[in-house]
C-alpha cells in the first residue's frame, strides 16, 4: 500500500500557516510500513482541489486530504470531491451529518448558524465521518480505484479522525516501536555514545531525533526485535547508556518524569520563575494529577516579587543583581519555605533580546535547586533567541530537580550549555 | 507572476523532518505579491523529481526546489533538473563551482571528500548558484517556458541564497496581506458577520481560519486593493465588524495587544494561577519587553499558595470551595495588592481529567480581573481536554483583562465558552 497527502488552504500557500498534517500522517502511515509518494498542498480554488485529488487518486490507492471542509465560502472540499468523482455527482444532504450538526450546537446551547447547514452535505456515494471535536464531517469515496479520505484542518481533530476511521484501514505489521528521550547533551554526543547500536542494518534499528533540546532514540524492531521483553531490554540498554540524561519513554515528559520521582517518594515542589515567568509552571501543570505533587510557585518578574513573595533580601539584590548565582539560591531557598515544599527549583536570567551586558550576556541563566539538606545553583549560557533560551532553561530546572532528587552528584553532571568563564 | 514550490527528501516523505522551507519561500513571495499555485513534496526518486519538475514547470513561470544537491548517493536533484530539461542534456563539470569547492574545504584545513566533486556538476545550459554557508552550489535552468531554481534544504543555506538570487527575479510588489486576530467567538458566528466581504470574487479576498482559539480574518488584496492605505481601511473595517473581540493585526499575540493596552497608560499587570498554573505568565513573559509592564505572579495551585501568597482568606475557601467566584474575586484583588500592580488576573478552575463534579464539571473555570476600581468574575465552561481548557483560560484571563483596560463594559461581552445554568 501506497499513500499520498493532500493539504488544502490559502494560508499555507501564502506562507501564513505551517501546515504539519502531512507530516504527521506520514509519520503515522510510516509507522505501519506505509510509505508516502508525494505531499501536495493547493490554495482554496475549486479546479485545483479537484485536479489535484484526480492526480494524485491516480498516483496511490489511499489519498488523506486536510482542509476545506468548514463551514465558509472558501471550504470547497465537498465540491472538489464532488467533481473528482464525476461531473455529474450531485451532493446529497446526510441525514445522520444533519443531526449531528444539530447536536453539536444543541449540546453547547447554541443556535446553529444558517452556514453550517452546508457541512452535512456529501457527494452521492461518499460516506460522512462523525468528528466529536468539531462541526466538520470528514468525507471518505473512491476517485478511480483511490480511497479518498478528507479529514478537518485543525489537529485536534483531524487526529483522532484518522486514528477512528482510517487506522482500520491500514496494514497490521509485525513492528514495534519504543522510544527513549534525554535532556541535557546534544544529539552527536549522545549519538555517538550509542556507536553501533544505530547501524542502519541491525534489527532493532535506532535513530536520534532532536526537538528542541530533548534528544530521543528511536527504536524500530521487526520479526523477534518487536517482541515486547526484546523492545524494553534495548530501550533500558539506551537508558543505560544515555544516564544520566535520560529521563523516560514513549509519551513521558520532563515535567512527568519529575513528578513520578517526587510522587515515589511522597514529597512536593515549588517554582520560583524569573526570566522563564511561569513556563516551567505551565509545563508542570500541564501534566495530570500534578496538583499531588505540585504546591504551587512564584512568577517572580519584578524584584519587589523576589523580595517581597520569595523572601530574597534586598542587600542580595543590590550587591550581586538579579541574575546571579546569590539570588537564586535564594529564590530556591525562599520559595521552598514560603510553599513549605520539599523541593524548589529557581529560575532567573536574561532571555533577551535585550538587557544583556559583557558579563552576563543574553542567555545567561542562573538555575537554583533546594531540597531536604540540599541547595546547587548552575550557570547556563544558552544559544539561540528568546523562545529557545526560555524554553531550555525552564526544562533544565526540571532536569536539574529530577537529578537532585535522584542523587545530589547527578545536579553536577555537564550539559551542553554549560557556562565557560573567559580567558 | 505565480510560482510553485518542489521540496524533495526521503525525510520529509517519512514524517522524520517537518518542511518549513515551503512556508519561508510562500511567505517571502506573498510579501512581494506573487501567489503560488502548488506545494509539492517528492522522496529521493529521479523520475517522481523530473516528472513534478516538468509538471511544475507547465502551470508556473517560476519553480523554486529545495534538497536534493547534498554529496550523497540520494541526492538527485541535478540528475533530475537535467533530464526535465531533456533526456539527452549531459551533466558537465563547472570549473567554477569546483574551485569554490575546494576553497571551501582548504578553508577548513580539511582534504575534500572524493563524493564531493560531483556537487561541482550542473546540466548543460543550467548556471551554478554559489553558496556562501555550505559545500552545496544551487543551479538555475530554464524547463520548458519556467526559470527553475534549485537550492539546498538546509534553512541557513537556502535562505541567504534566496534573498541573493531568487529575489531579484521578482517583480515589485502588486498584491498585499494582512490578519485581524480575534478571540472569545467561533468561526462560524465570525464569518457570518463578515458577510459579503468573504465573497470569492471580492478584491480583496477575505477568507477566516481558526488556530486554537484564536480566529483570524486573512486579506489579500491585488491591484488598487494592495495599496497600503486601502489594506489597512479594509483591516479596520474589520476589527470594526468583529468588536470587541478582535484584538489585533499580524504576528501580534493576545498577551502583545495586553501589553499594549497597558503600556499606553502606564499600567502594570499582575496574575494568579490556579488550573492554568503559570501558562497566562508564560504567554505574558514570552513577549520580549513585557517586564515594562508585567510585574509577576502567584501560580496558586495549594490552596495554602492562594492564602498565604495571594490572601484568599481561609473562610472563603472554606466556604465556596477553591473553584469559585469568591475566590477567583480575592485572588485577582490579593495579587493585586500583593505585586503592587494596576490590573490583576485570576484564573481558578478544573482542567481535569479528575476533579469534576455535578455543579463544577470539568471544563468550569472563573476568571477574575481586577482594577483601579473595577472587579469582575466570569465563570466559562470550556469544551475538550485539559490542555485545550488551559489554553482557552489563560487566553481568557489576558483577553478580558484587555477589554476591562478597554472599557468596563466590554469584560461582560457574550463569548462562545459562556457557562450556561441548567434548568
Known amino acids: 500500500m501506497k499513500a499520498a497527502i493532500l493539504s488544502i488552504g490559502d494560508e499555507l500557500m ?19 510500513g506505509v510509505p508516502c509518494v508525494q505531499f501536495r498542498v493547493v490554495p482554496d480554488a475549486l479546479e485545483a482541489q479537484a485536479t489535484a485529488l484526480r492526480e494524485l487518486a491516480a498516483q496511490a490507492p489511499l489519498v488523506l486530504v486536510t482542509g476545506g471542509l468548514g463551514p465558509t465560502d472558501d471550504d470547497l472540499t465537498r ?15 446526510d441525514p445522520d451529518a444533519a443531526e449531528s450538526l444539530h447536536r453539536w450546537f444543541r449540546d453547547r446551547g447554541r443556535p446553529m448558524p444558517e452556514i453550517n447547514a452546508r457541512q452535512a452535505l456529501r457527494p452521492a456515494g461518499a460516506r460522512c465521518l462523525s468528528n466529536d471535536f468539531g462541526t466538520a464531517p470528514g468525507l471518505h469515496a473512491r476517485v478511480g480505484a483511490a480511497e479518498v479520505l478528507c479529514l478537518p484542518g485543525p489537529p485536534r481533530e483531524m487526529q483522532p479522525m484518522f ?49 528542541g533540546a530533548v534528544v530521543s532514540a528511536r527504536v524500530r524492531g521487526t520479526g523477534a526485535a518487536a517482541d515486547a521483553e526484546a523492545m524494553d531490554r534495548e530501550l533500558s540498554v539506551i537508558e ?86 546569590a539570588v537564586a539560591r535564594e529564590l530556591a531557598e525562599g520559595v521552598r519555605g514560603r510553599l513549605g515544599a520539599d523541593w524548589a527549583a529557581s529560575i532567573t536570567g536574561v532571555a533577551g533580546p535585550s538587557g544583556g551586558s559583557e558579563a552576563k ?18 550557570r547556563f549560557h544558552y544559544p539561540g533567541e528568546r523562545a529557545s533560551i526560555r524554553d531550555r532553561a525552564a526544562r533544565g530546572a526540571l532536569a536539574l530537580t529530577r537529578l537532585a532528587i535522584g542523587s545530589p552528584a547527578d545536579f553536577a553532571v555537564p550539559f551542553i550549555w554549560e557556562w565557560k568563564p573567559r580567558g
Chains 1, 2 share one sequence.
Open 79 to 93: 465540491e472538489a470531491l464532488r467533481l473528482a468523482m464525476g461531473e455529474t455527482t450531485p451532493l446529497v444532504r
Open 163 to 211: 486514528e477512528r476511521f482510517v487506522a482500520p484501514m491500514l496494514p497490521r505489521l509485525d513492528m514495534a516501536t519504543g522510544v527513549v528521550h534525554s535532556f541535557g547533551q546534544g544529539e552527536s554526543f549522545l549519538a555517538e555514545r550509542l556507536g553501533d547500536r544505530m547501524r542502519r542494518d541491525r534489527n532493532p534499528l535506532v535513530g536520534t531525533t532532536a526537538s
Open 240 to 325: 543505560g547508556i544515555w544516564a544520566p540524561y535520560a529521563f523516560g519513554r514513549g509519551d513521558t515528559t520532563l515535567a512527568g518524569s519529575l513528578g513520578r520521582a517526587l510522587k515515589a517518594k511522597g514529597l512536593t515542589l515549588a517554582l520560583a520563575e524569573s526570566c522563564t515567568g511561569g513556563l516551567a509552571g505551565s509545563m508542570v501543570t500541564a501534566e495530570a494529577g500534578s496538583s499531588a505533587w505540585f504546591r504551587g510557585g512564584v512568577m517572580c518578574y519584578a524584584n519587589e516579587a523576589k523580595r517581597d513573595l520569595c523572601g530574597v533580601r534586598q542587600a542580595t539584590l543590590d550587591a550581586h543583581g538579579a541574575v546571579s548565582e
Open 361 to 378: 550576556p543574553v542567555g545567561t541563566v542562573f538555575i537554583g535547586v533546594a531540597g531536604p539538606g540540599f541547595v546547587g545553583v548552575r
Open 14 to 32: 501564502l506562507g501564513q500557516t505551517q501546515d504539519t498534517n502531512a507530516k504527521w500522517l506520514a509519520e503515522r502511515l510510516a509507522s505501519v
